[in-house]
Antibody
Framework: QVQLQESGPGLVKPSQTLSLTCTVS??????????WSWIRQPAGKGLEWIGR???????IYNPSLKSRVTISVDTAKNQFSLKLISVTAADTAVYYC?????????????WGQGTMLTVSS | DIQMTQSPSSVSASVGDRVTITCRAS??????LAWYQQKPGKAPKLLIY???SLQSGVPSRFSGSGSGTDFTLTISSLQPEDFATYYC?????????FGQGTKVELK
């Protein structure tokens, strides 16, 4: 059974860098059958796709965040990570990692439980 | 970006009711449309992909239809566990975009 688990600091100060990690079990982040994505949701609001990584190196980002975002993979730990620089209060949200299918299920088929990130001094 | 607009924003319904939620894309996305269910404090759960394909394990009372710009999610007979917020999402263009959500509430 494939599971995703986010981890992160919980609280980050404005202008600092946010780093989140998604640990994957039951599958490989190097798999060529899936994309590995980050999605966020401010409290009481809708979902925003941040970006994804494929085959450990190919990335696509939301243009609204592209200048501040990096998604990378650690194949040894079977994790993928999100780095967001110069955070502001607007980045406060629950952050989800998700697996997106390519061939059969072209959607976010498996999600982590989410990690809350608050930007505050 | 492709704008996804759901209607209604909320719906009040009773157990056993038939509920229909509409999603409109600002431009055609073919059949590249997914539906998710989200309960408070939980991650979204995939219900439907490619507009009408039922995700494994999802009850058959959920169904999806449509193509191009107009899509619907139908719950044929609402069950107590179906009270939640539902989101559509287009999977045809970057960036991936979601609707604003439709909350299904108890009447």
């Amino acid at each position: 059974q494939v599971q995703l688990q986010e981890s992160g600091p919980g609280l980050v100060k404005p202008s600092q860098t946010l780093s989140l990690t998604c640990t994957v079990s039951g599958d490989s982040v190097s798999s060529e059958s899936y994309y590995w994505s980050w999605i966020r949701q401010p409290a009481g609001k809708g979902l925003e796709w941040i970006g994804r990584i494929y085959n450990s190196e190919s990335t696509i980002y939301n243009p609204s965040l592209k200048s501040r975002v990096t998604i990378s993979v650690d194949t040894a730990k079977n994790q993928f990570s999100l780095k967001l620089i110069s955070v502001t209060a607007a980045d406060t949200a629950v952050y989800y990692c998700a697996r997106e299918g390519i061939v059969v299920v072209d959607a976010f088929e498996i999600w982590g439980q989410g990690t809350m990130l608050t930007v505050s001094s | 970006d492709i704008q996804m607009t759901q209607s209604p924003s909320s719906v009040s319904a009773s157990v056993g009711d038939r509920v229909t939620i509409t999603c409109r894309a600002s431009q055609g996305v073919s059949s590249w449309l997914a539906w998710y269910q989200q309960k408070p404090g939980k991650a979204p759960k995939l219900l439907i992909y490619t507009a009408s394909s039922l995700q494994s394990g999802v009850p058959s009372r959920f169904s999806g239809s449509g193509s191009g710009t107009d899509f619907t999610l139908t719950i044929s007979s609402l069950q107590p566990e179906d009270f939640a917020t539902y989101y559509c999402q287009q999977t045809n263009y970057f960036p991936r975009t979601f609707g604003q959500g439709t909350k299904v509430e108890l009447k």
